[in-house]
């Protein structure tokens, strides 16, 4: 039966490709006279609320409404992307009355998790939404293959989105002088980087990118992976077969993927070749199993054929008719110096070719490492890889790169003013963490009230034992829990592998004693017998019955359950061992099917290994790790964070084995998971203050990606965010926050500087106020109260207090510091600061008098990393200052509302002890013995909007030896 309405709101919502327009002005033009039924918006309506799930009218209406919901530049509404502003926006044009809002606002709520952030110099505007929809060819069919895989509407329209903001970031691929972008997209461990990546290739052929250049990886393995995933979701069937009968198999001998069990089915299908569809085609210039070698059909794979052949390749008549040639290419010296040898032949057309370099994972080999006080006559030596991609670059004068990276400190030290390499000179996007993606907060208590590191983390301790046995068990037990569940209608797709990985050395002769004792311990499990059923079922109701989804079927004893850990034993054991080993100096050492989880059915393995399990390397249904390696860099240690991705149907069965006393020289130990916490703090805190420095001031970037090294922090002192030979010199020097909790922790330890700081803080303590007062702030779903003793000071005596203040560590707070001194030469001067000593209440309570100061309460607090301390605040202090502060509008307490006034900034005073407090008879403590802790929010009302939010000084190697002021001097 023909579904009218669904066909005229079809016809409507395809009318619309500019934006929301008068809905019933359209469907009156478009509608059947024979319906005029479809025409009233009350019937619309009603058929939104009583719509059962897949109805399609339900589903158009959603895809359309997250697209306009989500859409980040438009000339229809001023509202930002992603609010109820929005949304009203667009009920506003389409003429919604109330009802159809609430029935579509309930059917399709705004989604409002953020979107890529974007840090970019000025570019000229070529890639508009109307350029892009007239062109759009391979990205439609992307978007069909994305939408039948399963992603959701906002999903496809987030990926849609930050792959535009890339390629509008790109030269435009006809114009006549050719420029050559650099840019840098940021992701996370495992978190679909190659999605993003294959998004822009669409987008940019369909532009107008002729040549596509992937650099997929250091082994052929990795390299296979992305060739594999290309040609199966945007290069598709038609341009694999190049005109072969599909059904002659004879034509099919050396046609790739005829022994892959996903060939042809799970292959898009363009429904014909692309050039006799009013496209054009892709060649493929790798395949599969073969990395470039050479042009196979010699120079001519890179003739193209023009239209007219006076006009250069890049003017519009010629590239839109001619095809694409895309190759994935090994990141290996040997097979980049074929292809440049090849390129050097072809001559003067080169120049004529808009191509798009993809480098994925760029912070590997693709980076120079050399030394620059060994460089010759002040000439740059280059590193291999490193050479050879400013080679591709210079060769190729309307090469765009863009390099993907989780861990990208590695390429925003690069030096900006070298021309020729990889800095990411013109853009940086930072992707948002994806819908169903299991990252740090999952494992992380970021927030002292969480449960991550309860539900999913095993810590393995000097007086725990390895806690192997127990690892191998949970392995087994969670291969018994997903096979339950996928007898329980849960999707078994993402059941196919199911995995475990031991890293603990990066020697190969440990993995193979370790592999071997995995072995041994394997068969002395006794998973057939009655020790070994015992085991699994204690570790069931103790571990995995305790913290399991009620959204997912779990058995309630163990007996249920047993029949399934017989089959996972089975397949676990297929084969006759259950270890892998992964690690070797050749490719021969990788070519083991049981790692190729594309073309094996099912890989239910443990793998054991090191730096080859790590960058680039998804292991495919990892649900048990144990970590015991120590690594130095934190980006080499985040990229081991393989348990980091997607685990749908299992996320509660992912378990972390991790070492949190592991030998670092003779005498030190260091927590490995305190290490991923304090990267995983530095990398969120890089995120952040990307977002924040987004935001357009006067219609122009605050920063630039050449001000990005900055903004680079280090929380241990042993862990370094990337090698030494990767790091470029750069220096933050003003940080602006105004109506923001600023928190410092590096505090001295010397008894004579915490001396010094309690006498500088000697004036502030003698004003305080007698009395003690209740502070209460009810805010954001949060009702906190407090005790505490209140003062002020102006604030020309705070900053005098400040800057004599001694630190371990100077360089975390004097960006503040400096922001706090220019607030006078800004003309947006702070009058005072409310000073705040929160006093606890409970009988425990220890209280002290600091240099004659009335009684005050001491808090315990301990250095996690190093001289730093971690959390200094309670989180229910916060509220007070930030309304006074006018960071919040209303606290619901009248004295706070009476504390509260412009151009007032907050301090609360913590006196800190680190160990139990030493008092004299009268109750005083010496001040050597206190930490003179504090926090601060600076006035929301000094936030014009007109001053940038940060300033800098950064050495660039183009303007000599002479720091520089990037920004604005304060007050210029």
């Known amino acids: 039966m023909t579904d009218h309405l669904f066909n005229l709101h079809g016809d409507v919502l395809a009318a619309m490709r500019r934006g929301p327009k008068g809905f019933a002005k359209l469907a009156f033009v478009l509608s059947e006279s024979e319906e005029p039924a479809d025409l009233h918006l009350g019937h619309f309506r009603d058929r939104i609320v009583a719509a059962r799930p897949g109805d399609e009218l ?55 998790e953020p979107g890529a952030t974007v840090i ?294 690069v030096d900006p003013g070298d021309e020729e390499d990889i800095f990411p000179r013109d853009f940086l996007i930072s992707l948002p963490r994806p819908t169903g993606y299991m990252g740090v907060q999952d494992f992380h208590d970021l927030e002292s009230d969480g449960t991550a590191e309860e539900t999913h983390v095993r810590g393995i301790y000097d007086d725990s034992g390895d806690r192997l046995q127990e690892a191998l068990d949970a392995f087994v037990l969670t291969g018994a829990l997903k096979l339950y569940r996928a007898d329980r209608d849960v999707p078994e797709g993402p059941f196919r592998h199911h995995t475990m990985l031991v890293h603990e050395s990066v020697q190969q002769r440990e993995h193979a004693a370790l592999a071997l004792r995995i072995n041994s311990m394997w068969h002395r499990s006794a998973y057939t017998g009655q020790e070994g059923h015992a085991r699994l079922s204690a570790l069931l109701t103790a571990d995995f019955q305790r913290f399991a989804d009620d959204g997912l079927p779990t058995p309630t004893s163990y007996d249920d359950l047993k029949p399934y850990v017989s089959r996972a034993r089975q397949l676990i054991n297929s084969g006759g061992e259950p270890v892998i080993i992964v690690n070797g100096a050749t490719e021969r050492d990788y070519e083991q099917a049981e790692l190729d989880f594309d073309r094996t059915p099912h890989v239910w393995k443990i793998l054991v290994g090191g730096t080859k399990l790590s ?54 130990t260091v927590d490995l998971y305190e290490a991923f916490e304090a990267i995983c ?37 042993w862990l370094k965010p990337a090698a030494r030979n990767k790091m470029f010199n750069a220096e933050l020097v003003e940080i602006r926050s105004p109506g923001q909790w600023v928190e410092p922790t590096a505090y001295p330890t010397g008894a004579a500087e915490l001396r010094h700081n309690a006498e500088a803080w000697r004036a502030v303590l003698e004003a305080l106020d007698p009395a003690t007062v209740t502070l209460r702030c009810s805010s954001h779903g949060r009702d906190d109260s407090y005790e505490a003793v209140l003062g002020t000071i102006d604030h020309a005596a705070l900053l005098g207090i400040l800057c004599d203040l001694k630190w371990s560590t100077p360089a975390q707070f004097s960006p503040h510091l400096e922001s706090l001194a220019s607030e006078g030469s800004a003309g947006e001067s702070i009058d005072d600061w409310l000073v705040i000593v929160p006093q606890q209440t409970s009988t425990a309570r220890i209280e002290a008098s600091i240099l004659g100061s009335r009684p005050l309460s001491l808090a315990s607090r301990t250095r996690r990393r190093g001289d730093l301390f971690g959390a200094i605040s309670e989180p229910k202090h916060r509220g007070v200052a930030l309304r006074v502060a006018g960071a919040l509008k209303d606290s619901q307490d009248p004295l706070v509302e009476s504390l509260a006034r412009d151009r007032r900034g907050v301090l609360i005073l913590y006196p800190l002890v680190e160990s139990g407090p030493r008092l004299s008879s009268g109750g005083a403590i010496d001040p050597a013995t206190v930490v003179m802790a504090f926090c601060l929010v600076a006035p929301a009302s000094t936030d014009s909007g007109r001053r940038s939010l940060v300033r800098f000084r950064a050495f660039d190697s183009s303007r000599g030896n002479s720091a520089v002021i990037d920004r604005e001097e304060v007050g210029a």
């Open 120 to 413: 970019s110099k000025e570019f000229t505007s070529w890639y508009s939404r109307d350029a892009a929809a007239a062109r759009a060819f391979y990205w439609n069919s992307y978007e069909q293959t994305l939408r039948r895989k399963g992603w959701s509407d906002a999903a496809v329209s987030s990926l849609d989105e930050a792959s535009h903001a890339v390629v509008e970031r790109l030269s435009d691929p006809t114009r006549t002088e050719a420029y050559g972008a650099r840019g840098l997209v940021v992701g996370y461990v495992q978190s679909g980087k190659t999605a993003n990546f294959t998004g822009v290739t669409a987008k940019a052929i369909d532009a107008g990118y002729r040549l596509v250049i992937i650099l997929g990886g250091t082994l052929n393995l990795l390299r296979g992976q992305t060739q594999r995933r290309l040609d199966m979701e945007l290069i598709g069937r038609e341009n694999i077969l190049r005109g072969t009968d599909p059904a002659d198999t004879d034509a099919l001998i050396g046609v790739d993927y005829q022994d892959d069990e996903d060939w042809p089915a799970k292959f898009v299908s363009h429904g014909g070749r692309p050039s006799t569809l009013g496209s054009f085609d892709i060649e493929r210039l790798t395949t599969r199993d073969n990395d470039y070698k050479s042009l196979e059909t010699g120079i001519r794979a890179l003739e193209f054929d023009k239209q007219d052949r006076t006009q250069p390749l890049y003017s519009p008549d010629n590239l839109h008719h001619a095809a694409a040639r895309v190759m994935v290419v090994k990141k290996n010296s040997s097979v980049l110096a074929k292809l440049i040898k090849d390129l050097k032949k072809i001559g003067p057309i080169l120049s004529e070719v808009p191509t798009l370099i993809i480098d994925d994972e760029s912070d590997q080999a693709s980076v120079n490492t050399t030394d620059p006080k060994k460089w010759e006559d002040g000439k740059v030596a280059r590193k291999a890889i490193n050479g050879q991609i400013t080679q591709l670059l210079g060769l190729l004068p309307r090469a765009q790169y863009v390099g993907y990276t989780a861990t990208p400190f590695a390429n925003v030290f």
């Open 615 to 668: 960058r680039g390397f998804t292991i495919e249904g990892l649900t048990v790790t144990y970590y015991r390696r120590l690594a130095q860099q934190a980006d080499t240690l985040m990229q081991m964070g393989r348990w980091f991705g997607f685990r749908p149907g299992y996320r509660d069965l992912v378990r972390l084995y991790i070492g949190r006393e592991e030998p670092m020289g003779k005498k030190k």
């Open 58 to 112: 339900v589903a158009l209406w959603h895809r359309t409404l997250t697209a306009w919901d989500l859409a980040e530049q438009t000339d229809w509404s001023g509202a930002p992307a992603r609010t109820d502003a929005r949304r009203t926006d667009i009920f506003d044009r389409l003429g919604f009355g109330p009802d159809v809002r609430k029935a579509l606002d309930t059917a399709v709520p705004v989604f409002k």
């Open 681 to 717: 703090r530095d990398e969120e805190t890089f995120r952040a203050q990307l977002s924040r420095y987004a935001t357009l001031v006067d219609g122009k970037p605050q920063v630039t990606p050449a001000q990005i090294p900055p903004l680079v922090s280090q929380h241990l002192s």
